[in-house]
């Protein structure tokens, strides 16, 4: 399905309970493939053939879950993934990469540049159904989100997916935001790796140790050194 829905035509299926996903490859063979799969299982599917078409249409459509290959012309998923977290207005968007890359390299390139999830092909239809069902049921829940904690220049609004740090709002890629309010939801306890992979990203994926790391740094860059204790051979806490 091409982006050919008019503004009310893409209310109507939000208002149907339709959740939108948008899958960005360079080839048409496994486009239709995976389109055709999707759209069977009744979701509203929208297609792109490179990065920056995937990019344009990602900003008109918000979609739930964007899908995207790493090699690609014009503009490659790594450099898709990261001016799609630079946009504010994408910041709930679950942003999971479908490539047949599988070295730790890339795979630490897609995390690093915002990824929730790196799938690998070849993968069968119903176990990429499964991935994508998890996905979005992890976007409806985040149960774990207590409230905002408010202390020390910084505030979390899990209502509008948004951190306020002294003074300025950030959108955060949906991990990383999802692990810091999981570690500031009671500041002083020590998570264990277990725990965070549990509660983060579910027991029906499969991600390593690396991946919690990957985040945490990048969450400590943004928001400093000084809020997240690395307790080694354990996991980590929220110090404020």
Known sequence: MSFTSTEHNRDELRAMGKQR?????????????????????????????????????????????????????????????????????????????????????????????????????PIKPRVLLSRVQALLRRKKAASYVGGDYDGTGLMIDPERYVVIHEGKEMSLPKKEFELLSLLASQPGRVFSRENILASVWGTDVVVGDRTIDVHIRKLREKLGEHYFKTVKGVGYKFVG
């Open 21 to 121: 996903i948008l899958l960005v490859d360079d080839e048409p063979d496994i486009l239709d493939f995976i389109e055709y799969n999707l759209v069977k299982e009744g979701y509203d599917v929208h297609t792109a053939n490179n990065g920056r078409e995937g990019v344009a249409l990602a900003k008109k459509l918000l979609p739930d879950l964007i899908l995207l290959d790493v090699m690609m012309p014009e503009m490659d998923g790594v450099e898709a993934c990261t001016e799609i977290r630079e946009d504010k207005t994408l910041g709930q968007s679950i942003v999971a990469f479908l490539t047949a890359r599988g070295e730790d390299y890339s795979q630490i390139a897609g995390f690093e540049a915002g990824a929730d999830d790196y799938i690998l092909k």
